[in-house]
């Protein structure tokens, strides 16, 4: 993956700079997404609120994040998300909630219904880490399971994962993520399944 100007391109445009047209390079735009998965209700189970997440410091814009050296955040230059990760987190988190046949329905913050539980989530980061000979993608989320009546926190984790890029370049980081993110989904809805004990209706 070319992130820097090598030293002879760097000359070469130099010396030839008066005679090309100025050009820049076009941005490109990547999505997270992960196979659809067929909705499935329990007509008995609570209903859960999928809260808009929240992200840490660096990693609420559409800046595509990569290091290669400890406590470094750089983002590409001309590759891009589509929107904001966490805005494209939250559809996701919905659709793996909705998929999992444990809940009677599954908002998002936007439809302002009453909810038994709230899935509340902190992007801590999406990052393309170049530190090793395979570049990696790493991503670690916040997770928790609110009861809305009391307000009580029922689980609080961090799930996180990391998965080898295909390739060292941008849309490897992508392919990654997406990889990353089905492999984290599911242990969402795992610990979603903690705040369903409490709330199990008796006869």
Not at 66 to 77: G, I, M, S, V
Request: aromatic letters at 6%; hydrophobic letters at 45%; glycine letters at 4%.
């Amino acid at each position: 993956m070319i992130r820097h100007i090598t030293m002879p391109l760097l000359i070469a445009l130099l010396l030839t700079g008066c005679s090309l047209p100025s050009r820049t390079p076009s941005t490109m735009t990547y999505t997270l997404a992960v196979e659809p998965s067929v909705c499935s209700v329990d007509a008995d189970g609570p209903v859960i609120e999928v809260a808009t997440p929240v992200a840490s410091p660096g990693f609420s814009t559409t800046g595509m994040a990569y290091r290669e050296q400890p406590f470094e955040l750089a983002y590409f230059a001309f590759s891009e998300w589509a929107a904001p990760l966490p805005k494209m987190l939250q559809p996701l988190l919905v659709e793996a909630l909705e998929s999992a046949g444990l809940f009677s329905a599954v908002l998002d913050s936007s439809q302002r219904l009453p909810a038994d539980l709230r899935l509340q989530t902190r992007l801590l980061y999406l990052i393309h880490d170049f530190r090793r000979d395979t570049s990696r993608l790493e991503l670690a989320l916040r997770v928790q399971v609110v009861d809305v009546a009391s307000g009580e926190i029922i689980a609080n984790r961090i799930l996180r994962t990391s998965e080898p890029a295909p390739t060292d370049d941008a849309y490897g980081g992508v392919v990654a993520a997406n990889r990353a993110l089905e492999r984290l989904l599911p242990q969402v809805v795992q610990l979603s399944r903690t705040g369903l004990k409490p709330l199990q209706k008796t006869d």
